[in-house]
């Protein structure tokens, strides 16, 4: 028979008893991973526990109302047969599960693909959505119609931060004529999202989103719809870059680092980025006046694809960290990612985002920017091309990249510079310590 185990409340940052708003399963039900068990509420947000392996619920340990801080007890799950380990097993039958950890939703991923995002979730109007009353008093305190709200908790439940992004989306649209409906300045004033019946054309299968999913498809479509964003094209002649590369890997060395393009790429983007400080700023507001933030860290988001949806690890500082230490530092973050380990504190306060495809391939694609960021590079595959010297044609390794940035801070021009710098350092490396 399959282990039972005790599942605990996992690391929440700097919450301490928190109370419980809902909790979502029963005994007998049967959960998969990262499955919402229950919701938490705290003064800023309400959040939804995970669940760290798949399994049957045996027993719930808490009730609404009750309050929980990391490490307390929450239910005890039959582990599914199949389910990966969440924690070192141990002699007892019932044993602790440490702490998974909560990405922080607004923060998870805002990069896709440009071809335009659905939204992954429907408001259907009039329809009251399933909310707890706390978050249906919270709604009435703000006077906000919840059937005019999307709702992203499980099965269509209206958060608290379902609320917030309602009322931060009606300011920007005050602020913004454009973007209100039935404008004269022609706003997005746009069709009912198309409800069709797909099974009267053939077989179905519905799937659930998973909670990445549902959280960076609201924060991709927001992002799309409300940045002007630009795509500028260069290509970068990496063949000694990438016999340099290949070099250090064959080489070994003490360390036994494996160094990845990847890193290169994050610390020549710190140093064009230096050189082009706009595209290391986000738009802030003073006093209702807009602001540019210029930031002085650099700490460099990359796009992990992960078997739930897009996540963004963010390298910190790495304007201090040299190329073998950022290498390692992607590996183990791109290891938790893939792991659902990925804790707060590892995905906020990014400055600038690489999204990489060149491992999978691809000529090109443009990505979203990942706000509040105002710029992101994206990458393809490298091939070999026959390139014109003056006298004859060379073969030579080259890496398409892109750069999506916002028109309201960056233009044409500066974009076309900034990739011309990269490419620049990604021809001939050296140029980085000049
Ligand atoms: N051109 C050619 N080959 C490349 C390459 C490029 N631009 N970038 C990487 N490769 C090759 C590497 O050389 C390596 O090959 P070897 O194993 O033979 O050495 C292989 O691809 C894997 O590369 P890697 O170990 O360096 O990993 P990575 O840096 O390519 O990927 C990570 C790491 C986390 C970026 C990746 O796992 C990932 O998640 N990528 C997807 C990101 C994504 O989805 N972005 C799109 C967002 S928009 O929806």
Redesign the pocket.
Known sequence: MSEIREIQVPDIGDFKDLPVIDVLVKPGDTVAFDEPLLTLESDKASMDVPSPAAGTVVAISLKVGDRVSRGSAMLTLQMAADSAPVAPASSASVSNVPAAVLPEPATVVA???AAPVPAPVSISPGVKPHASPSVRAYARKLGVDVTRVVATGKGGRLLREDIECFIKDALVRLDNPALAPNSAAGGLDLLPWPNVDFAKFGTIEKVALSRIKKISGANLARNWVMIPHVTNNEEADITGLEAFRVQLNQEGGKDGI?Y???AFLIKAAVATLKAFPQFNSSLGNEDGEPVLVLKQYYHIG????TPNG?VVPVIRDADQKGIGQIAVE?GEL?RKARDGKLGPADMTGGTFTV??????GGTGFS?IINAPEVAILG????QMKPVWDGSGFAPRLI?PMALSWDHRVVDGAAAARFLQHLAALLADFRRITL
Do not use: M
């Open positions: 990069v896709a693909p494996k990845t393009l990847l990359f796009a992990a694809d897009l992607c791109a999204s990489s495809l060149g491992g999978i990505p990458v393809t595959r490298s890496l």
